[in-house]
């Protein structure tokens, strides 16, 4: 149990420090939040008693964390073995765009993934004429426009299949 919470201890410092090098080095990693996302799978890989990642996350970020896990945490846990599985699990698509009027174009913005319990999976900026596309594991999820609440919409996402969300966000 020591070592658990010994390993939980270490996955938070390893993320504070990357946290701190992120808004220190590059912006756009800061201003994304991709290092508290990573650090967020990080630590619920290293706290879970069942050696699977509790929470949903898209593979964008699966990948970043698998991409910054500490040695220290590969060695004495399964989260590398945990994140792989969660990604080949990710079969799933969500494609979103923000339109203000129905046969209005496509406007910039921020599009946010969030799951059933409406914690944040993942989080894109979208130009103009653009959309977001993630890839998920199947289930339901809500897609948020510019984080307001009256510009969201519910999805569900089916293995191998893409589930479609157009957001009018007036």
């Not at 990573?38 to 699966?62: E, H, K, M, N, P």
């Not at 080949?88 to 946010?112: L, M, P, Q």
């Not at 653009?130 to 984080?147: E, L």
């Amino acid at each position: 149990m020591k070592r658990i919470f010994a390993i939980g201890a270490a996955v938070l410092a390893c993320a504070g420090a990357a946290v701190g090098s992120a808004s220190a080095g590059s912006p756009s990693a800061a201003d994304d939040g991709l290092s508290d996302q990573s650090a967020r799978v990080l630590y619920d890989c290293a706290t879970s008693t069942t050696g699977l990642l509790q929470r949903r996350y898209s593979v964008r970020i699966l990948r970043i964390a698998l991409r910054e896990i500490p040695t220290d945490v590969a060695d004495y846990t399964g989260c590398p073995e945990a994140i792989r599985t969660a990604i080949e699990e990710s079969t799933a698509t969500v494609s979103a765009t923000i339109k203000r009027t129905r046969r209005g174009g496509t406007v910039a913005g921020t599009i946010a993934l969030l799951d059933t319990r409406g914690r944040t999976v993942d989080q894109l900026r979208v130009r103009r004429g653009h959309g977001a596309n993630f890839q998920v594991i199947p289930g339901r999820y809500t897609v948020r426009a510019n984080n307001k609440k009256r510009c969201t919409l519910r999805v569900t996402a089916r293995e191998w299949r893409s589930a479609q969300a157009t957001i009018i966000c007036r």
